[in-house]
């Protein structure tokens, strides 16, 4: 099965000045029980620009074997790399799920800095099967908005 993350309206776009592109942290993680320490999956830094705005990765069998599936994304604007975020996420999981948070940007000022929290999810395996199955990310950032898309296809 693959995740196909497209860039409807990309949140560094909104006029010359901006950078016409958006550097992207996709951090996936996977969980058999509930209270297990979520396992992570998939952790890519990319650019998706307006020449580029789609980018996919492969979720082997073992992973869909398993309960409930976390996607959280984050555009970078700071130089804190994957190896400094990753953990901070992970740790911090259930609070970038929590969707009352996600409404409000500043929440995750102490976590992320500069970074910008696009959107998390959870969903359950079992509701994979549904081929095409969106999960949709969008919002505003100052004067700015974005959109993504996230398809799984098999």
Do not use: C, W
């Amino acid at each position: 099965m693959s995740i196909t993350l497209t860039a409807h309206d990309l949140s560094e776009d909104a006029n010359r000045l901006s950078t016409q592109d958006d550097e992207l942290i996709l951090l996936v993680y996977a969980q058999d029980a509930a209270g297990q320490l979520p396992t992570s999956v998939i952790q890519e830094y990319f650019v998706l620009d307006t020449a580029q705005r789609m980018k996919s990765f492969i979720l082997t069998d073992s992973v869909l074997r398993m309960r409930t599936l976390s996607i959280v994304l984050i555009e970078m604007d700071s130089n804190m790399g994957i190896q400094q975020l990753e953990p901070i996420v992970r740790l911090n999981l259930q609070t970038f799920l929590n969707q009352e948070q996600q409404a409000s940007p500043d929440a995750f000022r102490k976590l992320l800095g500069d970074d910008d929290f696009l959107g998390a999810i959870k969903i359950e395996t079992e509701d994979l099967n549904i081929q095409g199955k969106a999960i949709e990310f969008n919002g505003r950032r100052l004067f700015d908005s974005f959109h993504y898309e996230i398809v799984f296809t098999k």
